[in-house]
C-alpha cells in the first residue's frame, strides 16, 4: 500500500516543477493520495492520523520538511510520512500547506468532559512548580495557533495526546521547546491538557 500510495504521489507531481503547476498539484493532492488519512478537506477519520483544516501553513511547512528530512522520527512519522514527503518539491510543500490552511478547522468536543477544568488550568496557567509553562503562551488562548506554532484546538484528543507521550519519550524530538515542556508533567496532565485544547 505504501509503495502504491508513492508512485500515486510521484505520478500527481510529474507535472508539479514550479511554482504554479505546484499550487496546481496541491488540491489535487489533498483531495486525492491525501484523503485516504487526512480526508479531502483535512479532516481524518482517525486519530492516528492528525486535522489539518485550518492548521497553521507555517507548521505544515516544518513538519512536512522534517519528515522529508527525516528529522520527525515518531513510528507513525516513519511509517507513514517518510515515503510520502520524499516526493514533494519545496514549492509543493508551501501549496499544500496553503491548502489545509484555508480549509475550515473541526470542532473537537472534549473526550471526557471531567477532565475540562484541569486542564484549562494547565493551558492558561501552567503547573509553574513543575517548571510547565503555559500553554496558551505559544498556542494561544484560543488555540489557533500562530506561525510555527500549531492549532491545537479541534485536533483528536487522542492525537494530541501522543505527540506530548512523544515528546516526553523523546521519539519525536524535533521541537526542542516541547522537549523541555513535557518534561515533568504526568500521563493525567497531558491528557487533561489535550482535552482542554482540543475542544476550543
Not at 102 to 129: C, R
Not at 181 to 193: E, F, I, S
Request: net charge neutral; hydrophobic share 45%.
Amino acid at each position: 500500500m505504501k509503495t502504491f500510495l508513492a508512485i500515486a504521489v510521484g505520478a500527481l507531481l510529474a507535472a508539479g516543477a514550479g511554482t504554479v503547476l505546484a499550487q496546481q498539484a496541491a488540491p489535487a493532492l489533498a483531495t486525492g493520495v491525501c484523503s485516504a488519512c487526512h480526508g479531502p478537506e483535512g479532516h481524518s477519520v482517525s486519530p492516528v492520523f492528525p486535522n489539518l483544516a485550518g492548521q497553521q501553513s507555517a507548521y505544515i511547512t516544518l513538519q512536512l520538511d522534517a519528515f522529508r528530512g527525516h528529522l520527525r522520527g515518531d513510528p507513525n512519522a516513519q511509517a507513514y510520512m517518510w515515503g510520502m514527503a520524499s516526493q514533494l518539491s519545496d514549492d509543493t510543500i508551501k501549496s499544500l500547506a496553503d491548502y489545509y490552511s484555508a480549509q475550515k478547522p473541526m470542532h473537537e468536543p472534549a473526550a471526557d468532559p471531567s477532565l475540562l477544568a484541569e486542564g484549562e488550568k494547565i493551558y492558561t496557567q501552567g503547573v509553574p512548580a513543575q517548571g510547565v509553562p503555559a500553554c496558551a503562551t505559544c498556542h494561544g488562548a484560543n488555540a489557533a495557533g500562530a506561525g510555527a506554532f500549531p492549532r491545537l484546538a479541534g485536533q483528536h484528543v487522542d492525537y494530541l495526546i501522543a505527540q506530548l507521550q512523544g515528546f516526553k519519550s523523546g521519539t519525536r524530538s524535533n521541537a526542542p521547546i516541547m522537549l523541555a515542556v513535557v518534561r515533568t508533567m504526568t500521563d493525567q496532565q497531558m491528557k487533561a491538557a489535550a482535552n482542554y485544547a482540543a475542544s476550543r
